[in-house]
Structure formats: C-alpha cells, structure tokens
C-alpha cells in the first residue's frame, strides 16, 4: 500500500480504467440478479440477504461502495490538478448533496398519515422519522454520505487514510453499544446499516481508494502479491471478528432463547463469557461466511455477526477484503488479458442510470408473477426484466447519454 501524499493519477491521462468498468457492471448486473429473484421463494438461499450472516447478495453494495472509493480517489486528483482545489471540493459536495436529492425522490414513502389532522399531529420529526430510519437510507444514499464523510482525506496519504477507516469503525462500535445496533434493529427495522452506516460503509471505500493508489501509482504494472495479500487478511480478520458471535450461543438449557436480540450485543456480559469457559477451540470459531448460522432460538443476534442491516464491522471487513479480491481478478483479466465483457462495459459505464430503470422495469415485471411461482416461470420473468433493462441502457450507451453525479 503506498505512503505518497500526492493525489492519485496527477500526471496519469485522463484514460479509463477497463477493470473498474468492468468491475462496476458485474456488479450491477449482481445487483439485478439479487433484487429481482429475492423476491420469490425458489430463489436460492445464497442470492437472499438474511441479517445474520453474509450471502452472495450481501457482497453487492459492498463492491459499489469500493468502486466509488476507487473512482473518488482517481476523478477527484484529476480535478483538482485541472481546476484547483477549492473548485474541486466546491464541486464534488454539490454533487454529493444532488444524489442525496436524488436518493430522497427514488425511494418513495408511503402516506405518513390519512388526513391533514393526523398530519399536524405528528409533527416534523414524526413525519420523517420513520423514512430517516429506512426508506430514505438505500444504497444511494449511503453512498452519498458516505463519500462526503471521507472527503476530507480523499487526498491524504494512506496512512491517513487507514487512520481515518479505524476511527470510523471504532466510533460505530462505540454508537452500537450504547444504543445503535438494538436501534437499528428494532422496528421499523434499518436499510444497509441505518443514518449511521456510513460510519463502516467507509471501510470498503477506503479499501477502494487504496486500490486505486495500487493500479494509478505503479511504474509499469502493479504488483499482485501485495492485493492478493491484503485481500486474504482483510477476508480473514472479518471472519475472525465474527468469532465473536460465538459468544451469544443460547445454552441447551435455556432454548429457546426469550429474545432475539442480546441484552449486551457488543460486548458479552460475565454469564456468557463464563459459559465459553473449559469449551473446546471450535466453539469459539463462527461459520464461515456464506454458511447459514443456527437460527435465534439458538444464538442470539449480536454486533459481531456478518449483518448488512446492522453495518457491523465483521461484515464490511470481510466484504472489503472480497471486493479487493473480485476487482484483483477483473485487473488481471482486462488491464493485463486484455479480457472487455460487453454487457458489464454497457451497466459499469452507466451504473446510475441501471440502477434507477432496474427499480422501475421490475415494478412493471413483477405484477405478472407470484412469489410462489414455479422456476421456470420466475427465472423466466427474470430473463425478461434483465433484457428489457439492459436493452433501455445499451440504447442510451449508443446515443453517448450517461448519468452521473
């Protein structure tokens, strides 16, 4: 990982980055599979999110957040370098503030209330507290608050940086034992870690910004073993995190549990540590990720398991690792082999406006199927979605219109 101060890509051309494209339209495409399939009960277990533990879905908005971190680092030292800092910073928080208008427009609220009465009655905080806990907090808008909370160090060295991702994730760890992770997941239940997400969204980001440090910065091409390393730490270390999810085990004896959330999720009070005493190793060691762990009346929920609900800091630290190692893969296949998948070029080059039309062509699919529809029927449905998707965007590629902000 480089130390060097200066902002990525200063004297690089302004050329794009093949993998990043193609690392950002697998990605979407991921995203349609997981969106659209969840909602039927014959999609598989792996493509569903299930709060407890990561899945193959869960991996998704991790992968976006570490490219936007990578394409952050690599326009924003364009900018700057062409018109100033100050024009740049100016910049890039008006855009940031526009996608979070934007976030507010795409994911609609229901009716807060049935007449101007009850309106008046529940006053502003209670019209829009339920939509700050859930409905507003998607995918967009946790990229734009999360890419406004690492502006300050978008530039800095990647010391700074790693500091910078630390005292984000201590200060969630700290949030959730006084109140945020019982918070979150308590009814109305978050999206992708609640308001405060962002505090551990930044891992992945963070993990991108230094991915791009690695392709930009290299003399000739970038080193492998160094990624592939990272990668491998970072996967392992949010596994080990996990581990403390073995703590919250329910004893034989007081099955079921009475609660599904622990009363101490984030640090074990003396009965349960006292319980793990004179167990053998493998009872500390959690699951590993993609394997479905024992339900509620067997372990209680906790910070330590892999949530996206809850943002807990085990799942954005594995996830980052994965995302490295997905986009190392895309960097060997396509900056080094050469390899341009055209579909993945036609979403990752477009990535905005896929992700608004995915909602919107889904809304218009879904009506005609059931969520117990037969495979065929509803893989079926999904071939359709994704055509008419994917076919609304590559007409839009062809007339060289792109969203982006």
Known sequence: MTNTTSAATADKPNNR????????????????????????????????????????????????????GFAFRLTFGRRVQTAGAVSAYARVVRRLLGLVLVSLIIYRVSPVAKTWEDLQSLGIWGAIADPLKRNWFQTLMHIALTSLWITPVIRARSSVRMGFMIFSAAAHIILSYYFYFIWVNSPPNGI???????????????????????????????????????????????????????????????RPATEKLAAHPVIPDESQWKSKEGEPFSSYL???????????????????????????????????????????????????????????HTLGTNALVAYILHDLVGEAVKPFTTKDAAAWYAWGSFVLFFWITWLIVRHLEKNKIHLRL
Request: proline share 7%.
């Open 17 to 68: 980055i093949v993998s990043l494209d193609q690392f950002r339209g697998y990605t979407v495409a991921g995203m349609f599979l997981v969106n659209y399939m969840g909602f039927f009960v014959v999609c598989p277990v792996v493509l569903k999110h299930h709060n407890t533990y990561c899945s193959y879905a869960d991996t998704i908005m991790p992968h976006f957040l570490f490219a936007v």
């Open 192 to 254: 992708d870690g609640g308001p405060l997400g962002f505090l551990t969204w930044t891992i992945p980001a963070i993990i991108g910004t230094l991915a791009c440090d690695w392709v930009v910065e290299a003399e000739g091409l970038p080193r492998v073993k160094p990624i592939l390393f990272w990668s491998f730490t970072l996967m392992l270390l949010g596994w080990a995190l996990s581990c403390g999810t073995r703590f919250y085990d329910v004893p034989v004896s007081e």
């Open 286 to 344: 959690a699951e590993p990720p993609f394997v479905k762990p024992p339900g509620q009346d067997q372990r209680q929920w906790n910070y330590w398991m892999m949530s996206q609900r809850a943002g807990t800091l085990s799942y954005l630290v594995f996830t980052a690792g994965l995302s490295l190692f997905v986009y190392l893969l895309f960097h060997l296949a396509c900056d080094r082999g050469n390899l341009q998948i055209p579909l993945f």
